[in-house]
């Protein structure tokens, strides 16, 4: 028979400990109690068709009504006389729900971190309601994320590494792996000002809050003797962070950027020129050096409709940005090596010439056939040093 058991009464309860009801009462959510559960009995057929299983099933519901309440109706049948019927069943409190499922021991480790939240930074208890399941199962690191969010109270926006945050019992290995969840609680516990809103994310995380991160770095080859910032005679591969590259103002004419390392790397000597190695998407670095606009520019990315997204993003910082061997010819040349693009770019590109902007249509709706691309490493070098030579001719 479909009637509800003890055991559906649980289930039903279970549904409501899942979701976080039950624990977010107690950090100040809506009351749920007194609630009445589902509670599906006989129909007046079935009690005379099966009074002995409807009695057995009035048995095993009365048995186990410890921490749930019944209540009954009568009914009176033209054959078996009048009976009382369990019509509904009710939780009247809090520590009911919890008594049925077992959960009394989870909640008092709850009850435990709201009030210690309570008392020590109140601001973030509606995290606790919102997330109260999560936040249980961080019962044990909850001292230490209160004490990341009073330090960072007490230094806003504090210009240092998290290396260098210095909290008993709290290293930064632990602030690294949870902050995604400071996050959250810091957005609630600071002031505006010590948040800068424009950033976002795991990866944007200390500069949201003001922490110094690692500086983001930049790779470039000086491919001329004529522009060496060492006098060494040797290769000068440089790596800087971004703010010394924004401030080189280097002596050079052209500037390559490839996405490439061996391309970087076996990129031919020209005078007063340089190369650097891309970073995909990401020109953002890029962007801040302003003695770039009065270089002439030239982006080489893979014949693919990724390469011509990224040329089109890179634009977006220097327009006057030209590809190389990004051209139908050098594509037609290398047919052997076409390959697959797995997931081609699909959207319209509003910052490429017309002759760019024709290969990446075709490349895009497939004219040439299915997703293919020509990586830049497959390119023969003898056609980029042809390539070359005719640019620095021309």
């Known amino acids: 028979m479909n009637w509800t058991t003890p055991a559906d009464l649980r289930a039903q309860v279970q549904k409501l400990w899942d979701k976080g009801l039950l624990l977010a009462c107690l950090a100040g959510a809506e009351p749920l109690f007194p609630r009445r559960l589902m509670l599906k009995g006989p129909t007046s057929a079935e009690l005379a068709e099966n009074f ?23 009914v009176n049948h033209r054959i078996l006389g009048l009976n009382d019927v369990p019509a509904e069943a009710w939780l009247d409190t809090l520590e009911d729900a919890l008594g049925l499922i077992g959960k009394g021991r989870e909640a008092e480790c709850f009850a435990a971190q709201v009030a210690l939240t309570g008392n020590r930074r109140p601001e973030v208890l509606p995290w606790l309601k919102r997330r109260p399941l999560r936040a249980l199962a961080l019962a044990d690191d909850w ?9 960072l109270q007490c230094h806003p926006r504090p210009g240092v590494y998290l290396r260098q945050v210095d909290i008993a019992g709290v290293h930064s290995k632990f602030i690294e792996g949870h902050r995604v969840l400071l996050a959250e609680l810091f957005d609630l516990a600071l002031p505006p000002s010590a948040i800068e809103a424009a950033t976002s994310g795991a990866a944007g995380f200390c500069r949201r809050y003001g922490f110094r991160d690692k500086p983001r770095r930049l790779r470039f080859r000086l491919l001329g003797p ?52 891309g970073a995909g998407y990401g020109f953002d670095q890029l962007a801040e050096a302003a003695w770039l606009h009065g270089r002439e520019i030239y982006y080489w990315g893979d ?20 590809s190389f061997l990004m051209d139908r010819a050098t594509w037609l040349a290398h047919k052997p090596f076409w390959g697959e693009e797995p997931q081609p770019e699909r959207r319209e590109l509003t910052r490429l010439t017309s002759a760019e902007c024709a290969l990446y ?28 030579e005719t640019l620095y001719d021309g």
């Open 143 to 151: 001292p230490h994320l209160l004490d990341i969010v009073s330090w």
């Open 361 to 388: 249509d075709d490349l895009r709706d497939n004219r040439l056939g299915r997703q293919l691309r020509l990586e830049q490493e497959r390119i023969g070098f003898d056609w980029v040093e042809k390539a070359l």
């Open 226 to 277: 004529d522009t060496a910032l060492f006098p060494t005679g040797t290769d000068q591969d440089v790596t800087v962070n971004h703010e010394t590259f924004a401030r080189l103002d280097l002596a050079v004419d052209r500037v390559f950027i490839t996405e490439n390392e061996i391309n970087f790397l076996a990129f031919p000597c020209l005078a007063r020129s340089m190369v650097i190695f």
């Open 303 to 322: 014949i693919d409709t990724h390469g011509f997204a990224i040329l089109d993003q890179l634009r977006v910082y220097f327009p006057q940005t030209a």
């Open 52 to 74: 002995a299983e409807v009695r057995r099933w009035i048995a095993r519901l009365t048995r186990e009504a410890k921490r749930y309440r019944l209540v009954w109706r009568k």
